[in-house]
């Protein structure tokens, strides 16, 4: 049995968790940054944008997000749409003790980042008419949620994508974290059901209630279990079906899978570690902890910026659909010790967040399991940036890495702006 440091809250799905300092154990690192030739993308009209982004800018931002790791994370980072090329680097090794550098291809669970894929196929069922955003969760799931002042028949299918339910997050369940800390190695095959994990939700008081004043926003994993459930009633196909069937192969996404149980990564991948309560360096790449709709996607740096630059461009969603998803609301709930991610609004599956060049962009962050994904997209859909973290022994300090992820996205998507 392996428990995953004590006294300290462990990973979840979502943004935002409590400082958690990382051990002292430094893996073996290699270094390298290629450009490659593509075409040029028009100008986007950003304000003082800088006129490139170097394969030694870019480097030099991924050994910032290394050292904001605590110094020993791995750093696969990727740019798509600049004018003079694709630009990725990389910091770190396949696996501890290894002198291999990580892969440029290497799979990742996406944790969170699910939930825009999620998003995008409620979104085309509403398109379809085979939903509507103003149902209530009710009237699909009747009697899944009710009970301790909760109450499916006031949160409709937006509330749930745009984080407005006040549902308790089951990922915050003291069981959930003291099984997740103390007892990882006998959890790490889960096959837990969405449908128990919202039993395990709707136990707890809610939060808020939904239409009562003023518009509340909290942070709930809770809510895209529903959703996907949702949108397996009223599809009448499983969510993994419909993000593989609507999203994978329609983009031609061949790196892209939505495991479920399977606990294993594609090949090549990258090994991930956490340190145990112990101070031993526990593996935790295999795992089968996410394989629900709120987190259960693998993929990569090129698959993710193909994803995110289909969806902003206009290729997955009608023009309906795709400004629905970007009908934002402030953050009014979070707590005040969150890892903060940059200042911005929540739309449907989908953060909106200002660039330091004028004009904004869309991302969703991911945190799992020693994995932290930052996948981000101009507003125009021209330009993508996708950075991969992994730990080789604790958590690291989210505050201070999602400042320096933060200024890499920055960065690369503010260079590509002329």
Known sequence: MHALEAGTKHTTTKAGKKKVSAAALVAAALGAAVLLPEAASAASGHRAAHAGYTQAE??????????????????????????????????????AGSHAALPWGSHFRTASTTKAFVATVVLQLAAEKQLSLDDTVEHWLPGVVSGNGNDGSRITVRDLLRQTSGLFDYMDDPDIQQKLREHFDENRYNDTSPHDLVVTAVAHKPLFVPGAGRTRWAYSNTNYLLAGMIAEKASGTGWRELVEHRIIAGLGLRQTSVPGLDPFLPTPYVSTYLTGTDGTRLDVTTNSYLHTADSGVVSTTADLNTFFRSLADGRLLPAEQWREMRQTVQRTDDPDDVAELPEGTYGLGLREIPLSCGGHYYMHEGDGFGTYTRPAVSSDGRRAVTISVTTTSGMPDLPTLNRATGTLIDHALCAAGR
């Open 58 to 95: 870019l480097r030099r931002d991924v050994a910032a997000v290394r050292k904001a790791g605590g110094g020993d994370v791995n750093v696969l980072a990727r740019v798509d749409g600049l004018p003079g090329g694709r630009v990725q680097a990389r910091l770190g090794t396949v696996s």
